[in-house]
């Protein structure tokens, strides 16, 4: 197995301010663009062929990644004029697949952290002769995702998405968001149309008798389609929780990129990352954060759990805490933001307008 296809098109709009300017999938964890971390994965499981799916922000891929060869992989780049789904973003990406109709092909999307062992799954695709194999976690509460219950050999039974009453959650096993696909069989999906490979391609190959294997590790696994869970990743890569040969520095409790300063008397805990030319101020108090490139925290800050954009200024004393801070934004000092407050780009808010009591 030596390609893959990576889905990097959505707007990542529930990560917003932060995708404004850059899409989701380019948005920094643990010091890179997400996708680093995915593609380094990839290469690391054997994967040597990627085409990259773009749509939102298409153009600001290609000149960080070049031809993939810095990343040990040859990478190509689709572009969609008009989304196109999950299942006609394959299908579009195909066209650059080299391999034969009965070859693998590994796809995966470009928003989900996971410890998953890609070589693994592939093994299990070729030994139970599917023509699909699914990635599946198990989660405490499977609402907002994809269910796919199995037999006792891992054979799929059905699909059901994001299940609206209790008669429906029927397993605890949901779609993760990785495939090996066999090459005939994306070839398969309709042209030149929105497909959603969820709710069409996958049910549709099941109705028709196809074999859909599920295949479910006990590993760790996030979807960063909110900023607490993308800030959450950032951190767990930065501590090692889950390895990725992309982080640029040794695993521990922060990453200070170079160029950053931090002043004598500030503190950096729990995976914190600290972006190139930015600057902390002694007595800041920064934990399990993201802040991105020249970004400036004030004196005496309390950050937990927040995402600070780039360039943007928080003024001394204030604290926030699951915190979004666009690009170029200002914060005034004294203030306090709590409970996934967000201040767009280049917005200015002034000193002390808003606090949160400690009983709320």
């Known amino acids: 197995m030596t390609e893959a296809i990576l889905l990097v098109g959505g707007q990542g709009t529930r990560l917003r301010p932060v995708t404004v300017n850059t899409p989701k999938p380019m948005v920094p964890a643990a010091g890179v663009p997400f996708l680093a971390h995915q593609i380094a994965r990839a290469a690391d499981a054997g994967v040597t062929h990627i085409v990259m799916a773009t749509c939102y922000l298409a153009e600001v891929f290609e000149p960080y990644f070049g031809d993939g060869s810095d990343f040990g992989v040859h990478l190509e780049y689709v572009v969609e004029d008009e989304p196109l789904g999950t299942g006609g973003a394959i299908r579009n990406a195909a066209e650059r697949l080299t391999g034969g109709p009965d070859d693998p092909v590994l796809v995966f999307n470009g928003d989900i952290l996971t410890g998953l062992d890609i070589r693994g799954l592939v093994d299990a695709h070729l030994a139970a002769r599917a023509d699909v194999s699914l990635h599946l976690v198990r989660v405490e ?3 907002a995702f994809g269910l796919v219950p199995t037999d006792a050999d891992g054979r799929v039974l059905a699909f059901t998405e994001k299940p609206q009453t209790p008669e429906e959650i029927v397993t605890d096993q949901i779609n993760a968001g990785c495939y090996v696909f066999r090459r005939s069989v994306i070839d398969s999906i309709p042209a030149g149309r929105p497909v959603s490979v969820e709710r069409e391609t996958f049910p549709g190959l099941l109705a028709s ?15 960063l389609g909110k900023p607490e869970s993308f800030v959450q990743a950032s951190a767990d890569l930065v501590r090692g929780v889950v390895p990725s040969s992309a982080v640029p520095g040794p695993r521990g409790e922060a990453l200070v990129l170079p160029g950053a300063e931090v002043a004598v008397g500030a503190e950096l805990t729990g995976g914190t990352v600290v972006g190139a030319g930015a600057r902390i101020e002694s007595g800041a108090v920064v934990h399990g954060s993201i ?15 927040s995402l600070i954009g780039a360039r943007a200024v928080v003024g001394p004393r204030t604290v926030l805490d699951g915190a979004v801070i666009g690009d170029d934004a200002l914060v005034g000092a004294d203030n306090e933001l709590r409970a996934g407050v967000r201040v767009w780009c280049e917005a200015e808010l002034p000193s002390a307008a808003l606090r949160f009591s400690s009983d709320r």
């Open 291 to 305: 802040v991105l490139d020249g970004a400036r925290l004030g004196a005496d800050t309390k950050v937990s759990a």
């Open 209 to 223: 008798g196809a074999t859909l294997h599920g295949v479910t590790q006990d590993t760790y696994w996030l979807d």
């Open 141 to 143: 509460d499977p609402r």
